[in-house]
C-alpha cells in the first residue's frame, strides 16, 4: 500500500481572513497548499496563474483583508497523515502548552516539516495527532540534526509577535549547547563573519562564510574543557540558516557529529550518536512590566540537555583515561 496518493483540485478562489492580513503571497500559499512543492507554487505566481483580485502579482505582495486569491487547477501528492506520522511521538516531547503557543523539546534527527524527500516532520505530526487545535504553525525552525526548543503557534497574532521580535535581534534571546573538536580559545567570545546560502548540484542547500553576504554574529562561551573537545554555549545574535555550525567549523572547532560542517575522519573516531547541537534556552531580552502584556514579554524557556551530551562527554573521558593508562 503506498503511504501517498495523488488527487486533483480545481481551481477556486480564497478570501483573505484577518489572521491572514499582511501576509506574503508565497508565505501563504505555502501554507495553504501543504503539498505543492515550492517551485510550483512560485512558478505559478510567475505564469499568473495565482491572482490578486483578478490581477496578476509577485511572491512577496502583502495581502489585505477581503482579498480575493484565485488558485489553478493542479495535482496534488496528498500524504496518508496517519501512516507517516504514527510512529512519530511527538506528544511525548511537549514542554508547554497556553492559549497562545506550544513549546516542544523536538529531538535530534526530526525534521520540523516535510519536503525534500521527507513525508512528514513535527508539524505534519502535531496537526495530525492533535486535530483539536484549529491553527497550529511553526513559529521559527531549527535544522533537523538540532535538538531543542522549538516554538509552535497556536494564534495568528502570537505567529507576528514572535516573528517581529526575532528579526528585531533583541527582542528574544536564544541559546544553544554545544562540543566542538579541539580546544576553543577562552578569548574567543565573538565570530563574525558574513554568510551567503548557496544551493549544491545535489539540490541541498548550504551555507558558506562570504564577504559579500549577511551580517552574521554568534558570541561563545566555553563551558567545560575535554581531552581534543570544548563544551560551549552559544547565543547567535543573528538568524542565517546554519550560523552557529559554519561560525564553529569556520572557527576551526566544527561541532561533534555535524554531517554538512563537521570534520568525518574524527567524528568516525569518537563515533558520536548525533550532531552535538542543542537549543537549550529562549527568553525574552526585555520583559515588560505593564499589566495585560502578551505572553511573549513573558517568556522564558529551557529544554533540559539531553543525556547523550554527557554521555558522550563522560563516555569519552573514561575512554580517554584509560586508553592513556594502557600506554
Known amino acids: 500500500m503506498k503511504d501517498v496518493q495523488e488527487t486533483h483540485q480545481s481551481s477556486k478562489k480564497v478570501q483573505i481572513e484577518a489572521s491572514d492580513e499582511g501576509q506574503r503571497l508565497d508565505n501563504f500559499l505555502i501554507k495553504s497548499l501543504k503539498n505543492v512543492p515550492k517551485s510550483r507554487i512560485y512558478r505559478m505566481i510567475r505564469k499568473g ?13 502583502k495581502l489585505s483583508l477581503a482579498d480575493w486569491v484565485r488558485l489553478p487547477p493542479m495535482r496534488v501528492a496528498v500524504p496518508d497523515a496517519k501512516t507517516t506520522t504514527r510512529f512519530i511521538p511527538i506528544l511525548d516531547d511537549i514542554l508547554e502548552e497556553t492559549e497562545q ?3 516542544l523539546n523536538k529531538r535530534a534527527g526530526l525534521a520540523v516539516h516535510g519536503g525534500s524527500g521527507i513525508q512528514a516532520g513535527v508539524i505534519e505530526a502535531i496537526r495530525s495527532q492533535r486535530p483539536d487545535l484549529p ?20 494564534k495568528r497574532s502570537f505567529l507576528r509577535r514572535f516573528q517581529s521580535s526575532l528579526r528585531e535581534k533583541k527582542g528574544l ?25 548557496m544551493r549544491l548540484d545535489s539540490g541541498e542547500r548550504v551555507c558558506r562564510v562570504d564577504e559579500t553576504g549577511k551580517d552574521s554574529i554568534t558570541q561563545f562561551e566555553v563551558i567545560r574543557r575535554l581531552s581534543g573537545m570544548t563544551w560551549l554555549r552559544a547565543r547567535p545574535i543573528t538568524g542565517r540558516m546554519h550560523q552557529i555550525r559554519v561560525h564553529a567549523a569556520a572557527s576551526g572547532h566544527p561541532i561533534i557529529g555535524d554531517p554538512k560542517y563537521g570534520n568525518a575522519l574524527k567524528d568516525a573516531k569518537l563515533t558520536p550518536k548525533r550532531m552535538m547541537l542543542h537549543a537549550s534556552s529562549l527568553k525574552t531580552s526585555r520583559p515588560s512590566l505593564e499589566a495585560g502584556d502578551h505572553e511573549l514579554d513573558r517568556l522564558n524557556l529551557e529544554a533540559p540537555i539531553p543525556e547523550a551530551f554527557f554521555g558522550f562527554a563522560d563516555g569519552y573521558k573514561k575512554a580517554k583515561s584509560t586508553h592513556l593508562a594502557d600506554h
Do not use: F, M
Open 49 to 61: 496563474e495565482v491572482r490578486i483580485n483578478g490581477k496578476r502579482t509577485k511572491p512577496h505582495a
Open 173 to 197: 534571546i536564544k541559546q544553544y549547547e554545544l562540543i566542538v573538536h579541539g580546544h576553543w580559545p577562552t578569548q574567543v567570545r565573538r565570530v563574525d563573519l558574513r554568510l551567503s546560502k
Open 101 to 103: 503557543y506550544l513549546i
Open 135 to 154: 491553527y497550529i504553525e511553526l513559529a521559527h525552525r531549527i535544522d533537523r540534526d538540532t535538538s531543542g526548543l522549538l516554538v509552535l503557534a497556536k
